[in-house]
């Protein structure tokens, strides 16, 4: 199985690729490359180890990303079943296993890297345990990778892994195409292997597809089993999207005039003061901000906005307004500050030095905005004060709805390999004053396995036709520090409450305490425990783009316990590792956080339609132990505590939100203006 680019050398990106046990490696063995942070890896194919036997559907399945830096984590899906129409359990292995493997530092710059790697961490059923250390490089078109592996048998009679395995690789100039032989301490294996070129309307992600041979191979019967299989890996580089924008270049149609030329086609230098900041309105406007205020207030240049069209990222608009505010900035101004409002809600503020951003525009050079840029929590009302060239606000969308999927499922049962229900959620925003808006969910059932039919075995998590939410909410700051959100009304079909969050921010720091409560009239949905649940977290900000968040609630179940995650952003798409314990029952998985929604959305109207800025999926496991040996399907068991709304999405840029994110985001604003503003100047 296979394959793919993980690394920028063009040696070693012909070179690595998926194997098929789930990690950076050959066709079957791992190498000592782990996937670049950020990479996404996703790999399909039908190979199957011959220790389980044979088997009528055989499906082998991986998912890995580059966590950090010389880390990456994987996890695989094995199918390996003899489906018999009377039998509705699986009859073969079906088995989600997670993958670790860790790049060692070496004293050396130029050799071979070494790896320590575990397959199948946890679980109840193992079929894949093993632990190895492995050496692998490159000498031109020549690859190679040596190592040791100490298998565990686990559910089979022998381990998979186990052993010591090797391999080598040759690549065939800059075609793409590779050969591979290898043996991985049991079986030999022989194959080819081909990658695509970067793709650019795909974020430079790449196709790699395989096909290969195992020879001297014996089932669990002794029998020969030697097999031909495929395999096939999309790799999404989102760890490189700084580096892009950095690098961004415009059209030579989009280059900007020399500063000390006019900053405007045809227009005069020294044009009224007023004529510019009436032009700033009208092309902000254009591009689709709302509740806009343009006005000065010193030698500062102020813009006050509500951004719903740009819903990915905040940084978008944000480029947009300095942008164009820069060039358009009266003379005497010395900066333009964009103060950011939600639902007619103040909620923080970003400046930045005029001279500098307009340098920026046409030298890229990053540096000096960055120390010019200040951000602020819940600035001061200054509007009093402030000269506004049109006192009144422009107008804003009076509703916005939102379309996104809604998607209940399980994932590796031992009555089926996916079962599903797929219902559309359909949501209704109505602003109303000052943070207040009404909010309503609506549910389109679309499809459903027939695991989740009335009566079956999953049915509880069917996906129902109906008015799920309907509720007031409102948001309110108590001092700079504290940001809270209440919502009363209709929840989970049938059930009247209240919802309740905050987010208190630490002074002096970017760490923030999180508050979480509902309260019901009944147990919504059916959970047992939820009527009343109870989270309260502390979120440590490790760097700009990734943090630390552990905490305790009352889980789903009625049960207590802590829980742990630990979440990093690559752009828009964040990847979360959790943990969670709620009485002896322990859990934990993946989840990706992505938008379904254009960078650049709907234009503003009375009413926009729109996607989902941030949209979570995630997959758990129960972790096993002596009180707990079989990995039991319990869908509705430790869940976190999940409100209709999310301050962090809705109000603070997913959680990213710091001076020290929007400073290392210039080059994403840059970008922003040539691609959508430049031509309103």
């Known amino acids: 199985m296979v394959i793919g680019l993980v690394c920028t050398a063009p040696v070693q990106a012909q070179s690595l690729g998926i194997s098929t046990q789930g990690g950076t490696g050959g066709l079957v063995i791992p190498y000592a490359e782990v996937l670049s942070s950020g990479t996404l890896a996703w790999t399909y194919g039908n190979y199957h180890e011959p220790q389980l036997g044979r088997h009528a559907t055989e499906q082998n399945m991986s998912f890995g990303v580059g966590l950090l830096p010389h880390l990456e984590l994987f996890g695989r899906f094995a199918n390996y079943v003899n489906p018999t129409a009377s039998v509705i359990t699986a009859n073969g292995p079906r088995d989600i296993s997670a993958n670790i493997k860790v790049q060692l530092p070496v004293p050396w710059s130029d050799g071979p890297r070494l790896a320590l790697g575990v397959n199948d961490v946890g679980g109840g059923a193992v079929f894949f345990k093993s632990g190895y250390l492995v050496a692998s490089d490159q000498y031109g078109p020549m690859g190679f990778a040596l190592g040791y592996a100490q298998g565990r048998a686990g559910a089979t009679r022998t381990p998979t892994f186990d052993g010591g395995f090797g391999g080598v690789s040759w690549r065939f100039g800059d075609t793409g195409l590779s050969a591979l032989a290898e043996y991985d301490g049991q079986q030999k294996h022989a194959g080819l292997r081909w990658h695509s070129e970067p793709i650019a309307a795909l974020g430079n992600a790449q196709i ?200 209940n499922y399980t994932l590796g049962t031992e009555v089926g390999a996916f079962d599903y229900s797929l219902a559309a959620n359909l949501q209704l925003i109505a602003p109303l004053w000052a943070g207040a808006r009404i909010y309503s969910s609506y549910l389109l059932p679309v499809s459903h396995s027939s695991n989740m039919d009335v009566g079956a075995v999953f049915d509880l998590s069917r996906q129902r036709r109906g008015l799920k939410t309907l509720a007031l909410e409102q948001s309110l700051w108590f001092g700079p520090q504290i940001l809270t959100n209440v919502a009363a009304g209709r929840f989970n079909y049938d059930t009247l409450g209240l919802q309740a969050q905050a987010a208190v921010f630490v002074p002096g720091t970017d760490d923030l305490l999180r508050l979480r409560a509902a309260a019901y009239n009944q147990a919504p949905g059916g959970l047992v425990g939820q009527d009343h649940a109870l989270a309260a977290s502390y979120r440590r900000l490790l760097t700009s783009n990734m943090w630390l968040e552990a905490g305790l609630q009352r889980y789903s179940d009625g049960s207590h316990g802590p829980s742990v995650e630990w979440v990093r952003w690559f752009g828009d798409v964040g990847v979360q590792i959790f943990y969670r314990k709620g009485g002896q029952a322990q859990f934990a998985g993946m989840q990706l956080n992505f938008p379904l929604t254009p960078r650049q959305g709907m234009a503003t109207g009375p009413v926009i339609f729109t996607g989902a800025s941030q949209y979570a999926q995630s997959i758990r496991t129960r972790i096993t132990d002596s009180n707990q040996s079989a990995n039991l399907v319990q869908p509705g068991a430790v869940l976190d505590l999940r409100l209709e709304s999310n301050l962090d999405v809705e109000r603070l840029n997913s959680g990213r939100l710091s001076q020290a994110y929007l400073m290392e985001q210039v080059s994403r604003m840059r970008e922003a203006f040539f691609v959508y503003a430049r031509n309103f100047l």
Do not use: C, M
Not at 215 to 227: E, I, P, Q, R
Not at 310 to 324: K, R
């Open 208 to 407: 790699v597809g395989s096909v290969q041979h195992s020879l001297g191979t014996l089932a669990s019967d002794k029998l020969a089993a030697n097999t031909s299989n495929f395999a096939l890996t999309l790799l999404l580089p989102l760890g490189d999207l700084s580096a892009r924008e950095a690098r961004f270049r415009p059209k030579a149609s989009q280059e900007l005039p020399a500063i000390e030329e006019p900053a405007t086609g045809g227009a005069k230098l020294h044009a009224d003061s007023e004529d510019r900041q009436a032009a700033l309105l009208k092309a902000l406007k254009a591009l689709g901000l709302e509740r806009l205020r343009v006005g000065l207030h010193g030698d500062q240049l102020i813009v006050e906005y509500e951004n719903h069209r740009y819903g990915q990222n905040e940084v978008d608009a944000l480029g947009l307004i300095f942008g164009l505010g820069a060039e358009l900035a009266p003379k005497g101004v010395e900066r333009v500050q964009a103060v950011t409002f939600k639902d007619g809600l103040r909620l923080y503020a970003t400046s930045v030095g005029v001279a500098a951003y307009r340098t920026f525009l046409r030298d890229a050079v990053a540096a000096p905005v960055e120390g010019s840029l200040l951000w602020q929590r819940l600035p001061a009302d200054q509007a009093a004060q402030t000269r506004w060239i049109d006192s009144e606000p422009t107008p804003a969308s009076r509703v916005r709805v939102e379309i996104r999927p809604d998607l």
